[in-house]
């Protein structure tokens, strides 16, 4: 249990959870919130016995991953796993209500350039590590096969093009032995989930660490859903 994984987006929800029960697990563990001063994190790095570093990185902003790469490095001398968690979720309309485009590049920006962006950062740290995975958490509804209900086009455009994206990384680092995953969490309690939602933060969490730990190379530039079950584009 020796792995050094990083988690983008590890201020709250699913990323902050990663981060703790990793930690519980023993790894090592590099945080990269949006901003600094998130206390949660803060308490449970000053409680980790210096096995949480927190790097603030906007997955947004090319800047920002770049310079958030550069401080990596100095911390650590390698990244075993890399969990592209951090998403936005905006609340846009129709078609016939009009799209509004600055939301939906958002959406793309940090849904689907950011996890990009952060592997080319961080591939000198990637191309060090044993385990080689990179893990992106994108949704179901990313799925065109599964899209029943329509809506919601920010969010499904960004997490379609991010899936994409993810069978493009399986191609292009497949051969370098990189397990690259497409994760859908299920619908968890977070704030992007809300308290309706059907599954509870720790167990949610705990199937999607299952899911990168048992992930072989059969599973590169596959999409995932809950209990590991594969899921249609
Ligand atoms: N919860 C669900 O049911 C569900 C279902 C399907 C997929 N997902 C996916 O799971 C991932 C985590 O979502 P969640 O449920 O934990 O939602 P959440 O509670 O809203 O947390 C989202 C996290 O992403 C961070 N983030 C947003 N923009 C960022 C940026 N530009 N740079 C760095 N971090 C940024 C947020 O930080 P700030 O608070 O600082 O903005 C926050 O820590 C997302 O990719 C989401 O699409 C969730």
Redesign the pocket.
Known sequence: MDSIVLV??????????MCRQLLAEGRMVVA????AG?PELERLSEESGGRLHIVP?????ED?IRSAAGRIAGLVDRIDILI??????PKIGTVSSGIDSAEMIRAF???TL?PMHVVTALLPLLRKGKDRKLAQ?????GSIDDNTSGGSYA?RVS?AALNMAVKNLAHEFGPEGFIALTI???????????DA?P?DLGP?VADILKTIEEATESDNGTFIGPGQERLPW
């Open positions: 983008t987006g590890a201020a709250r929800g699913l990323g902050l959870e990269a919130p949006r901003k998130e990185m906007d997955v947004g902003d920002s592209n968690n951090a998403g936005v979720y920006r940090i849904n950011g958490i994108t949704s179901k509804m969010y997490k859908h969490p299920g619908w968890v309690q977070t704030r992007m989930g809300t939602a599954l949610g």
